[in-house]
């Protein structure tokens, strides 16, 4: 069996440091190591509609952003096949045939959909496309016989459905569709990267984001004022670890050579941290050597992203090929979908033949 990428973002803003260290520094890794077949990755426009119906501008605005987020961060359209969801209407059919696999109350015990809701306040009138979008990712992950989705934690929920999805599927038609499953970062600190609030998600809504595309100055503004421990007030005293965002950045993005170049007064971040805990270590000391980590880690992405402005029809040429062979991929999956269902009766000669014979007698 082939192995297969699908993954995706959905432009509702620029992609940040969240993104970046949750699937999109490992998928530029996987684009690159040559185990894969196939990479699929998805601007997920129309998902992003289901919460945005009344300023489809913003998603319009914000296609471009993602597309020049995802080749300044390494993804190579020679590599990678950079589509837009909405340019697939073979995805929209998909999510209508499996909608009928999947109960109300299945919906609400996603726990992803569950936070998602609490998070945008919807009360009642909640957007019926919202609702089912973990059946539209299903559409998406097996219209391109997805094998593999890396993806942070949060997204775990929405692959296990896709997999239910799958052997539901398969069990009342024939095996039809590929089971995915999902690729968590190695590293547990980019699971999901809390922002510089120091609240449990980093999201743009939110406005605790560190994004890829920000200047140096900015950077340095958000590193600097970002959460430590509350409790830690003089360098002399013992500082605390646990909920503390600068070190669950370093835990994310700290390599040995950014200690031999920016901090090499320390072997490595267990030394950094037993200093920090015993106390005599302040927390500008290490918001700077932070600083200097996303700055080295960014300043590539920053100047990739400027060379791209320049051609920015280059950018929505990639768009347009990548949908263009997307959507044969997905209209393929579909013919199989529809034959494994019976319902594509004017490419069924069997069943013409059939016809004929009971209506000739």
Sequence with gaps: ??????????????????????????RVELQNSGEFD???????DAQALTDNADNPDKIRENIVEVALDYMSAGIDPAKSTILIQSMIPELTELTFYYANLVT??????????????????????????????????????TAFKATTVPAGEDQMPMVEQTQEIVQRFNYIYGETLVTPHILLPDNKACLRLPGIDGKAKMSKSLGNCIYLSESEEDVKKKVMSMFT????????DPGSLEGNTVFTYLDAFAKPEHFEE?????????ELKA????????????????NNVLQSELEPIRKRRAELQKDIPYVYEVLKK???????????????????????????????????????N
């Design 104 to 141: 109300i109350s299945r919906l609400e015990r996603n726990p992803t959909i569950k936070s998602e809701l609490q998070m945008r306040g919807f009360g009642n009138s909640i957007p019926v496309g919202f609702y089912t979008y973990p059946i539209s990712q299903a559409a998406d992950i």
């Design 275 to 290: 200093h920090y805990e015993r106390g005599g270590l302040g927390d500008v000391k290490v918001k700077k050597f932070l």
């Design 229 to 236: 421990d509350p409790n830690h007030i003089k360098i002399e």
């Design 1 to 26: 069996m082939a192995k297969i990428i699908l993954t995706g973002d959905r432009p509702t803003g620029k992609l940040h440091v969240g993104h970046y260290v949750g699937s999109l520094r490992r």
């Design 38 to 44: 196939k990479i699929y990755i998805m601007i997920a």
């Design 322 to 360: 990548g949908s263009e062979e997307a959507r044969k991929v997905a209209a393929a999956t579909l013919d199989d979908v529809k034959a494994s269902m019976k319902i594509n009766y004017f490419d069924d000669n069997a069943l013409i033949q059939e016809s004929v014979k009971k209506y000739s």
């Design 262 to 270: 920016f901090l090499p007064d320390y072997a490595g971040l267990d």
